[in-house]
């Protein structure tokens, strides 16, 4: 017998229960909030740096500079730039297309029968909504482990600051030169995300859904920090080298979703849509953003033979909690533009390929350009500048329907800054993958 309309809604309400019950109190941090981990690391080494120049400089010289001169802020720009960036892409990463891989609509006949032959994109949304009365309740597993930021690597001490003075008196000859200390970062950090999918056909054209994720983030950072100076340039030993790891799960924020079909045609259409990403998830463990967003996007769509592309645009407005203005670490989410596209193409009645573009630019996010330091060309850094954050990801992705209306879904992403020649933009991980099961009824 098949379930009617009510049991199917109870169903996808249980779920929406019980996976924050399931996954509350599971938070397990080790040392530092994970939002604080980067910052404390820095913030030891300038009380470090700041032994070492009083043991070079002499604390009569000491006293007369201030933080500015010492370059502190400079210092400290990648420790909070990264925790930004690591809040927004980390607990923002794309969850998966709301439309479900079997949709539904009603002939001239008045008879039930499937609206494609697709089973859709991964990531894109398409204008298809499911049909009257039909759910689809999926499940994914993604795992990412951020390799770059700005185009250098997080490993092998590839991000470096400078802390120090400059333009002080040689006692030999009448140039001058600097006094600082070094600090090269090597992190790692890996994000893997459960999720609860449900998508419900609440008429013909019009279907809401949610999606529940439980985050399991990590991070182990080593900040090495050696005395240097423009004349001899590093010192064989570094003066401090410290180590922190922490890890947190929670649940994530939870995203509740609506999808309306205003133009109707074979096989696609326009719909226009709204997600509302709620924050849920703890800001303070990276979990979640430190602010609720809407996204508001229309999805256009079609079909030709076996190939459906599709095409977004869409922009996401942002708020901000309690955290984000009470003094931590954590900056507001920031408005954001979107855009993707791609096509899904039909290989046999029970397998489809998709391959998604999905971007996102974060408005007035900040960059970190990588420039020469105060003490020359060779000792480069990173430092902040204002500007937008353009992340490009590509998916490919198999979908195969091995019995009744159940899928298997493998995908893996990937950053194409490369292919765009903006290859400096925000986290990236070279190699994310998911892997997902959906079931129609």
Do not use: C
């Amino acid at each position: 017998m098949m379930p009617s309309a009510m049991s199917k809604l109870v169903v996808a309400l249980a779920l929406v229960l019980a996976v924050p019950a399931m996954a509350r109190g599971q938070n397990a941090v080790a040392g530092d909030r994970l939002s604080d981990l980067l910052p404390n690391l820095y913030l030891n080494s300038i009380d470090a740096t700041r032994l070492e120049f009083e043991r070079l400089v002499g604390s009569e010289v000491l006293k007369m500079l201030d933080q500015e001169n010492l370059g502190v802020r400079k210092q400290l720009d990648p420790a909070f730039q990264l925790v930004d960036l690591l809040g927004s892409q980390v607990s923002s990463f794309p969850l998966g297309s709301s439309a479900g891989g079997f949709s539904f609509g009603i002939n001239e006949r008045g008879e039930i029968i499937p609206a494609s032959e697709s089973f859709g994109p991964t990531f894109v949304e398409r204008a298809l909504t499911n049909g009257r009365g039909n759910l689809n309740v999926g499940v994914t597993f993604q795992r990412a482990t951020f390799d770059q930021m700005e185009g250098k690597s997080l490993a092998g001490g590839a991000i470096k600051t400078y802390t120090g003075v400059t333009g002080l008196p040689r006692l030999s000859s009448t140039d001058t030169f600097g006094v600082f200390v070094e600090d090269t970062l090597d992190l790692r950090v890996t994000s893997e995300t459960f999720a609860v999918l449900a998508n419900y056909g609440v008429t013909d054209r019009f279907d809401v859904g949610v999606a529940i994720p439980v985050v399991h983030l990590s991070m182990t950072a080593t900040l090495t920090s050696t005395p240097g100076d423009t004349i001899d340039g590093l010192d064989t030993q570094p003066l401090l080298v410290q180590s922190r790891s922490g890890s947190a799960t929670g649940v994530g924020d939870i995203v509740v979703r609506g999808k309306y079909r205003i133009i109707r045609t074979t096989g696609g259409g326009l719909s226009g849509g709204v997600d509302a990403r709620l924050p849920t998830g703890d800001e303070l463990d990276l979990l979640g953003l430190p602010g609720a967003q809407v996204k508001f996007y229309a999805a256009a769509s079609a079909t030709r033979g076996a190939v459906s592309p599709h095409l977004n645009f869409g922009v996401t407005l942002s708020g901000e909690s309690q955290s984000a203005i009470s003094g931590t670490n954590l900056i507001s989410p920031t408005d954001e533009l979107n855009y993707s596209g791609g096509a899904d193409v039909v290989l046999t009645p029970r397998a489809t390929v998709a391959l998604d573009l999905v971007g996102r630019t974060l408005r007035g996010a900040g960059r970190l350009d990588d420039v020469a330091s105060d003490f020359g060309e060779e000792f480069r850094t990173l430092e902040f500048s204002e500007g937008n954050t353009h992340l490009l990801l590509g998916a490919a992705g198999f979908k195969v329907n091995p019995w009744s209306t159940f899928l298997v879904t493998a995908t893996a992403l990937f950053p194409l800054g490369a292919v765009t020649g903006d290859v400096s933009q925000g986290l990236s991980d070279d190699f994310a993958w998911a892997l997902g099961g959906e079931f129609s009824f």
